[in-house]
């Protein structure tokens, strides 16, 4: 009976750890090439709480975009969902409120939420000392200054990492709205409105 019992664990635990199958050795570097989005953000706080023996563990994260390298994103504030003890991902409460992270991640199905996956070392903590991958993680991205690190950035994604495309509103319809797309709605607002003054003052001269 014990050895039944104990296959019967053994079988449990294979199961989940081949559920939870990684390849843990592509640091952040490796993976924002083939990631849909790149993006820095801090963390402003959690939700979705839930009972965890004597704890309470938050499965979403809230947090705000500060910096736009690759992809689209739908506005400022993101949520990303965590680990229930379940999922391949990390827990929400792994991403300390008020700390700065650089971070990758894939386009959700509709209607869900991007995930904080854990399969790869898909964040990087950003702080006052520089930006450094997780020490636990395989083949880590090692402690540098954030200027290596755009560096680093650029030769991995090319010309499409630039902080300056900063988010500037959140939008309902799914794209993203940087600093650069404000500066051109304006310069477009700004032609419309000449061109309309010179057809007045044009049709005023004919008359």
């Known amino acids: 009976m014990k050895i039944i019992s104990l296959f019967f664990v053994f079988s449990l635990w294979t199961l989940s750890a081949n559920g939870c199958g990684c390849d843990w050795s592509r640091n952040f570097l490796e993976l924002c090439s083939e990631s849909d989005a790149v993006i820095k953000f801090k963390v402003k706080g959690y939700e979705d709480y839930q009972e965890m023996g004597s704890e309470s563990n938050p499965l979403t994260s809230v947090v705000e975009v500060l910096a736009v390298y690759k992809g689209l994103i739908s506005g400022e504030e993101m949520r990303f969902s965590g680990n229930d003890g379940t999922l391949c991902r990390k827990f929400a409460r792994d991403f300390k409120i008020g700390r700065d992270y650089y971070f990758q991640y894939n386009y959700p199905n509709d209607g869900e939420t991007p995930i904080l996956d854990l399969c790869g070392e898909y964040a990087l903590l950003s702080d006052y000392d520089g930006v450094q991958g997780d020490e ?57 409105l000449l061109l309309a003054l010179f057809g007045r003052v044009l049709y005023r001269s004919r008359v």
């Open 136 to 192: 636990y993680q395989e083949n880590s991205t090692p402690k540098m200054t954030e200027e290596e690190f755009m560096t680093a950035l650029e030769e991995n994604l090319g010309e499409s990492a630039s902080a300056s495309n900063r988010p500037s509103s959140n939008l309902n319809d799914g794209t993203a709205r940087t600093f650069s797309d404000a500066l051109l709605y304006s310069l477009f607002g700004v032609l419309i």
